[in-house]
């Protein structure tokens, strides 16, 4: 199965300044096919059930902010924020759906300092 | 819009069946391919099952294979797991999820004596 690794576990941050994730994938992402990248990104809240943030690589989701923005190819991948808001405040979970079984990274969790 | 609506938890001895039931609204839902996902309590995500849209097949987790079933009704546009020989250890909040797009809210499943 395809592992997915995230970095870092915890990511304290302070409002207005940029912030990144990083998240690793054991085999790239990308399907020879369709030449699609099946990577997605997820923000889970307090509370709340995960929300989505990115899919397929780079598609932002409706009513996603320009201020989310994902680098990186096959295997190597960083979510950015590039002014963090006090809304951003939860777990990222990245996702890979190249193949199955679909698996997740382990999250990080963004606080404000 | 879009609308998941997770229902069908409770609290179940182990070695019980239950069956998660998700009405979807706002899409074509013959069409989609739909999953379930869970979260053990304090934890991260963890994939259970995927059902393909137009008749493809289904696939799961080597945690839940040969104990879960999916299926699916699209004259109702409702997404369903079959539970049976529930383990403690499958105690978590399930959601029913468009993988790649919307989640639901998710139900709790908690598995005690």
């Known amino acids: 199965e395809i592992v997915l690794t995230q970095t870092p576990l915890s990511l304290p941050v302070t409002p207005g300044e940029p912030a990144s994730i990083s998240c690793r994938s054991s085999?790239?992402?990308?399907?020879?096919?369709?030449?699609?990248?099946?990577l997605d990104w997820y923000l889970q809240k307090p509370g709340q059930s995960p929300q989505l943030l990115i899919y397929t690589l780079s598609y932002r989701a409706s009513g996603v902010p320009d201020r989310f923005s994902v680098s990186g190819s096959g295997t190597d991948f960083t979510l950015k924020i590039s002014r963090v808001e006090a809304g951003d405040v939860g777990v990222y979970y990245c996702m890979q759906r190249r193949e199955f079984p679909i698996t997740f990274g382990g999250g990080t969790k963004v606080e404000i300092k | 819009d879009v609308q998941l609506s997770e229902s069908g938890g409770g609290l179940i001895q182990p070695g019980g069946s239950l069956r998660l039931s998700c009405a979807t609204s706002g899409f074509t839902f013959i069409s989609h391919a739909m999953s379930w996902v869970r979260q053990a309590p304090g934890k991260g995500l963890e994939w259970v099952s995927a059902?393909?849209?137009?008749?493809?097949?289904?696939h799961y987790a080597d945690s839940v294979k040969g104990r879960f079933t999916i299926s699916r009704d699209d004259s109702k546009s409702t997404l369903y797991l079959h539970m049976n020989s529930l383990r403690v250890d499958d105690t978590a909040v399930y959601y029913c999820a468009i993988l790649g797009g919307d989640w639901g809210p998710g139900t709790l499943v908690s598995v005690s004596s």
């Open positions: 059902i393909g849209g137009l008749g493809a097949g289904a």
């Open positions: 085999q790239s992402l990308m399907d020879s096919d369709d030449g699609y990248t099946y």
